[in-house]
Nanobody, 124 residues
Framework: QVQLVESGGGLVQAGGSLRLSCAAS????????MGWFRQAPGKEREFVAS????????QYTDSVKGRFTISRDTAKKTVYLQMNSLKPEDTAVYYC?????????????????WGQGTQVTVSS
């Protein structure tokens, strides 16, 4: 089992930036891929980005490509989501998740451990 704690959410104006962090403990950090998902009010949880266990491969949903960057620091057992050029439609609760696989995935069911979520609000 993996325990995950997110931080870094907040309120930002459109065009601004935020960096989310997710600290992991439990299973060996370098053995599993990590992902970020988000859920807006009244909507289903959706994939945002994922990174492989080594950090060598990443995936993004189309709406954030070129604006968001996922990365991981094995020594700190932490995964990051750098979010630039934020838009009001990025407003959601953001969740980090640990995959049951080593490779990237955008499938929610492939992620077995979840953080508590952190709120990101982008004002227009």
């Amino acid at each position: 089992q993996v325990q995950l704690v997110e931080s870094g959410g907040g309120l930002v104006q459109a065009g601004g930036s935020l960096r989310l962090s997710c600290a992991a403990s439990g299973r060996t950090f370098s053995s599993y891929a990590m992902g970020w998902f988000r859920q807006a009010p009244g909507k289903e949880r959706e994939f945002v980005a994922s990174i492989s266990n080594t950090g060598g491969s990443t995936q993004y949903t189309d709406s954030v490509k070129g604006r968001f960057t996922i990365s991981r620091d094995t020594a700190k057992k932490t995964v990051y989501l750098q979010m630039n050029s934020l838009k009001p439609e990025d407003t959601a609760v953001y969740y980090c998740a640990a995959s049951i696989f080593a490779g990237t995935s955008r499938t929610l069911a492939h992620f077995g451990s979840w953080g508590q979520g952190t709120q990101v609000t982008v004002s227009s």
